[in-house]
Each structure stands twice: as C-alpha cells, then as structure tokens.
C-alpha cells in the first residue's frame, strides 16, 4: 500500500508564501513523476506544477514565476513553494505521484487527500 501524506497548507494574505510538502510512504520500489494539482471550489481540477525524475519541471501559466515545485528522492517527498499568492490560488492541492510497488509492475498515479490554501485578500 503507498500513501501520498500533504502539509503546510493554511491560511495567508496576498502577496505572502506558503510551501507544500508531500510524503509518500509504504511499499515503495520505484518513482516516476510527482505534481501538484489544485481544485477550487466548483472548477475541474487542474495541473499546477509537475516534475520528473531527472528534475525536469513543468508548471501552468498562471503560476510560472511564482511557484517552484522540487522533489527529494532520497526521502521521496515534493515540494511546492508558492509566492506572490493571490485569492485566486485559493483551493485544495493535491499531491500526486506515479510510483512502483515491485520490479515489472507498471507504475501507477497516487494521490494524497489534499491540503487547504486559502489566500485572503
């Protein structure tokens, strides 16, 4: 079983900072991919930021310069650094990761349950 576990959501202030970290844990083998998503109050859930293995990252445009997502893969944990807030980043993130359980066994797409950023303005 692998779990996804978020924290460091919260409240803040426009123009403050805020940083997301995700654990995974459990049975373990091999990761690929690991992201952020974000889902606001009746809005599809969209991609924020994704990252590979090798570090390459990917991030929506509402977010490029403000957002730095990275990833520990020693601890296997991700992280979102978010700056500049504004009310509209307002939602709850979630972490999201392929991870593999065993040698031949595909990938498959985690996610953890979610964590509540609230921007005030």
């Known amino acids: 079983q692998v779990q996804l576990v978020e924290s460091g959501g919260g409240l803040v202030q426009a123009g403050g900072s805020l940083r997301l970290s995700c654990a995974a844990s459990?049975?373990?083998?091999?990761?690929?991919?690991m992201g952020w998503y974000r889902q606001a109050p009746e809005k599809q859930r969209e991609l924020v930021a994704d990252i590979t293995l090798g570090g390459i990252t990917n991030y929506a445009d509402s977010v490029k310069g403000r957002f730095t997502i990275s990833r520990d893969n020693a601890k296997n944990m991700v992280f979102l650094q978010m700056n500049s807030l504004k009310s509209e980043d307002t939602a709850v993130y979630y972490c999201n990761a392929y991870i593999g359980t065993g040698w031949g066994i595909p990938t498959r797409n985690y996610w953890g349950q979610g964590t509540q950023v609230t921007v005030s303005s």
């Open positions: 459990g049975n373990i083998f091999s990761f690929n991919a």
